[in-house]
């Protein structure tokens, strides 16, 4: 099974996937779990140019490529040999980052995000994609005071961003669910459990 949590910075996404992973691993699971970007050396060095704060000039359609080159590392290494293993994998983040961030509050054209990532993946899909939905308001109350690269883009990105999450999930209505991440963590894990046992499932019977 693939699992991908994403969702705008600050909607608690990294506390709600840890209580995940715990839970699999308790129902038997052998978990892999990674960040995107990051998890592989090459992927680490990629994430320090992106969410550092220097003045190196990045564009937009640079910004989007290293990200995706991040991406093809951690499928080559990690994420495909995992699968092949039959182990569990949980992501933090994955395509739909890329192409919320870059493309629906960045401008760069979705359709080619996608074309792009289906190639660098070799279309590796997840089985189910959890994006958790807060307010913009309220995302950005969460986060700490020393904002990296991408979080100082300020709120009105971050609108574009929401909005684009949400466009998005639209388009896969039998792989990804949008949470309602502004409830008490508990209730928000509890659901996001119960789809995941529809998605276990669902892949058992196929
Ligand atoms: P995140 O993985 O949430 O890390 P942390 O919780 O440690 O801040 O943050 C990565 C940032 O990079 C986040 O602001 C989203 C952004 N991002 C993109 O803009 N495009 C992408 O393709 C990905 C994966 C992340």
Redesign the pocket.
């Known amino acids: 099974m693939f699992f991908v949590f994403d969702g705008v ?1 600050g909607a608690g ?2 506390t709600q996937l840890e209580m995940f992973v715990q839970w699999l691993a308790e129902q038997g699971h052998d978990v892999v779990t990674c ?4 998890s592989t050396e090459l992927g680490e060095q990629i ?1 320090a140019i ?2 550092g704060k220097h003045e190196t000039p990045i564009s937009m359609r640079a ?2 490529m290293l ?2 080159t991040a ?1 093809t590392q951690l499928i080559q290494q990690v994420i495909k040999p995992a699968l092949a293993l039959g182990q569990t994998v949980v992501l ?4 739909f ?2 192409v ?3 493309g629906h509050a ?1 401008d760069l054209a979705s359709d080619d995000i996608w074309s792009v990532n289906r190639i660098a993946t070799e279309n590796h899909l997840p089985d189910a994609t959890f994006i958790l939905d807060v307010p913009v308001d309220i995302a950005m109350s969460r986060l700490g005071k020393t904002l ?1 690269r ?2 100082s883009r300020g709120n009105e990105y971050f609108e574009r961003v929401r909005n684009g999450f949400l466009l998005e999930s639209e388009r896969w209505p039998d792989t990804v669910d949008v949470i309602d991440a502004t409830r008490d963590p508990n209730e928000i894990q509890s659901d996001i459990r119960k789809l995941a046992i529809k998605y276990i499932n669902r892949q058992a019977s196929n």
Not at 92 to 95: L, N, P, T
């Open positions: 910075d996404k990294s960040s995107d970007p990051g994430r992106l969410l910004e989007m990200f995706t991406r933090d983040r994955y395509i980052s890329t919320v961030y870059q960045g990296d991408m979080e």
